[in-house]
């Protein structure tokens, strides 16, 4: 049975956990507006140096070849802007997990505890269903740790496709780009 101090104990342990990850959530809220900031200023800059180029130029093939050539930049650009994003959303997501996890382990030790002292206190002849509780406990723990681990295999394999449709999106653009210049 749970004393008043161990459940006093959990309860701040929650709170502290729960503004441990306020914090974090806003430092991630933080560099997503330092982000979309730094990606205003960049497109307003290039845009008005793009606009003047534009405006002086002398003919339409110097319009067109101002155009074909901003777009590659566009393309890296808007990978690198969804680079970002993705490194920050991993980086929030990385967080939550560990605390999610630290959290299920708590919860299965105190699980544990809690059947070893019933175990102890179990009247005699109960050792078939003792045995049975600490069988369902540690087939539960087997079936957690292959969950997480699976979990682990497809955040990485979805972050080397997103890396992979990233640089084939890029790619892409160049052939565009170039392509676009030669028929100026």
Same mark, same amino acid.
Request: zero cysteines.
């Given at each position: 049975? #749970? +004393?008043?101090?161990?459940?006093?104990?959990?309860? /701040?342990?929650?709170?502290? %956990?729960?503004?441990? #990850?306020?914090?974090?959530?806003?430092? &991630?809220?933080?560099?997503?507006?330092?982000?979309?900031?730094?990606?205003?200023?960049?497109?307003?800059?290039?845009?008005?140096?793009? !606009?003047?180029?534009?405006?002086?130029?002398?003919?339409?093939?110097?319009?067109?070849?101002?155009?074909?050539?901003?777009?590659?930049?566009?393309?890296?650009?808007?990978?690198?802007?969804?680079?970002?994003?993705?490194?920050?959303? +991993?980086?929030?997501?990385?967080?939550?997990? /560990?605390?999610?996890?630290?959290?299920?382990?708590?919860?299965?030790?105190?699980?544990?505890?809690?059947?070893?002292?019933?175990?102890?206190? !179990?009247?005699?002849?109960?050792?078939?269903?003792?045995?049975?509780?600490?069988?369902?406990?540690?087939?539960?723990?087997?079936?957690?740790? &292959?969950?997480?681990?699976?979990?682990?295999?497809?955040?990485? #394999?979805?972050?080397?496709?997103?890396?992979?449709? +990233?640089? %084939?999106?890029?790619?892409?653009?160049?052939?565009? !780009?170039?392509?676009?210049?030669?028929?100026?």
């Amino acid at each position: 049975m #749970l +004393t008043v101090e161990q459940i006093l104990a959990a309860q /701040k342990a929650q709170v502290s %956990t729960l503004f441990d #990850l306020s914090s974090k959530a806003l430092a &991630s809220v933080e560099r997503l507006n330092e982000l979309n900031l730094q990606a205003a200023r960049a497109s307003l800059s290039e845009t008005a140096s793009h !606009a003047q180029a534009v405006l002086g130029a002398k003919d339409l093939q110097d319009v067109v070849a101002l155009q074909s050539a901003a777009l590659q930049p566009m393309a890296e650009k808007a990978a690198s802007y969804s680079r970002h994003l993705y490194d920050i959303a +991993t980086g929030m997501g990385a967080e939550l997990s /560990k605390v999610a996890e630290a959290q299920a382990s708590d919860a299965q030790k105190q699980f544990v505890a809690a059947v070893d002292s019933a175990v102890k206190n !179990a009247p005699q002849g109960s050792e078939s269903a003792v045995a049975a509780v600490k069988s369902a406990v540690s087939t539960a723990s087997a079936a957690m740790e &292959s969950v997480q681990k699976a979990v682990k295999q497809a955040s990485e #394999l979805a972050e080397a496709n997103f890396n992979a449709v +990233t640089s %084939t999106a890029v790619s892409s653009a160049k052939p565009a !780009a170039r392509s676009s210049k030669s028929a100026a």
